[in-house]
Antibody, heavy 117, light 106 residues
Framework: EVQLVQSGAEVKKPGESLKISCKGS????????IAWVRQMSGKGLEWMGI????????RYSPSFQGHVTISADKSITTAYLQWSGLKASDTAIYYC??????????WGQGTLVTVSS | EIVMTQSPVTLSVSPGERATLSCRAS??????LAWYQQKPDQAPRLLIY???TRATGIPARFSGSGSGTEFTLTISSLQSEDFAVYYC????????FGQGTKLEIK
C-alpha cells in the first residue's frame, strides 16, 4: 500500500527555521517525483515545487523559489520542505504528494504550520 | 503561467441529480488535466487524469471530458459523499490549479 506520512503540526515564531518531512512507503521511492503543495486557510491549492528522489533533481514554482528548500533522502525514503526564515504568511497546511505522469495520485495527510509571534 | 479558471465558484445540486463543473485554461494544455476532490480537513484525492481517465477506485459516476482549453467534470448521480470542493489542475506547463468549485447540497 502506497503511503505518504507527514510530520506533525508545528508552531513557530517569525524568523525561525523549520523543516517538515514526508516519508514514503509501499512503492519505489526513487522512481516518482514528490511535490509540495500549500493550502492557506480557507483557500485553494498552490504547487510549490517538486523533487525526484532518485537524483534529487528539484524544481520550484517562481512564487516559492528562494523562500523554501525542497530536499530528499532516498536512503530513508523521506522528502523535506524547509524554511530558513518563516513569516506569518507561511501559516498554512502543507501537503506532499506523489506524482505519476503529472498528476498527484497519493497525498500525505498534511502538516499544519502556524507562524505567530 | 497558465491560469486555470473554474466555474461556477459554488454549485448547489440535490442528491441524485447530475452535477457539471467546468474548468478553462488560459492556453492549451492538451489533455494534461486532472481533477481532485477535497473534503473538509482531508487531503485532496485524485479523481481524473489525462482529462478523462478515472483514477484507481473512483466510481463510474465521475467522468471527465475536454481537451485544449475547455474541460468538464460530470458527476452523474450525486451521492451524499460527493459534496466537497473540486479542483482542476493542468500539468502541461509546470503545474497550476484552478481556484476550486464548492459542490453543496441544495
Amino acid at each position: 500500500e502506497v503511503q505518504l506520512v507527514q510530520s506533525g503540526a508545528e508552531v513557530k515564531k517569525p524568523g525561525e527555521s523549520l523543516k517538515i518531512s514526508c516519508k514514503g512507503s509501499g512503492y519505489n521511492f526513487t522512481r516518482y517525483w514528490i511535490a509540495w503543495v500549500r493550502q492557506m486557510s480557507g483557500k485553494g491549492l498552490e504547487w510549490m515545487g517538486i523533487i525526484y528522489p532518485g537524483d534529487s533533481d528539484t524544481r520550484y514554482s517562481p512564487s516559492f523559489q528562494g523562500h523554501v528548500t525542497i530536499s530528499a533522502d532516498k536512503s530513508i525514503t523521506t522528502a523535506y520542505l524547509q524554511w530558513s526564515g518563516l513569516k506569518a504568511s507561511d501559516t498554512a497546511i502543507y501537503y506532499c504528494a506523489r506524482h505519476t505522469d503529472g498528476s498527484a495520485d497519493f497525498w500525505g495527510q498534511g502538516t499544519l504550520v502556524t507562524v505567530s509571534s | 503561467e497558465i491560469v486555470m479558471t473554474q466555474s461556477p465558484v459554488t454549485l448547489s445540486v440535490s442528491p441524485g441529480e447530475r452535477a457539471t463543473l467546468s474548468c478553462r485554461a488560459s492556453q492549451s494544455v492538451s489533455s494534461n488535466l486532472a481533477w481532485y476532490q477535497q473534503k473538509p480537513d482531508q487531503a485532496p484525492r485524485l479523481l481524473i487524469y489525462g482529462a478523462s481517465t478515472r483514477a484507481t477506485g473512483i466510481p463510474a459516476r465521475f467522468s471527465g471530458s475536454g481537451s485544449g482549453t475547455e474541460f468538464t467534470l460530470t458527476i452523474s448521480s450525486l451521492q451524499s459523499e460527493d459534496f466537497a470542493v473540486y479542483y482542476c489542475q493542468q500539468y502541461n506547463n509546470w503545474y497550476t490549479f484552478g481556484q476550486g468549485t464548492k459542490l453543496e447540497i441544495k
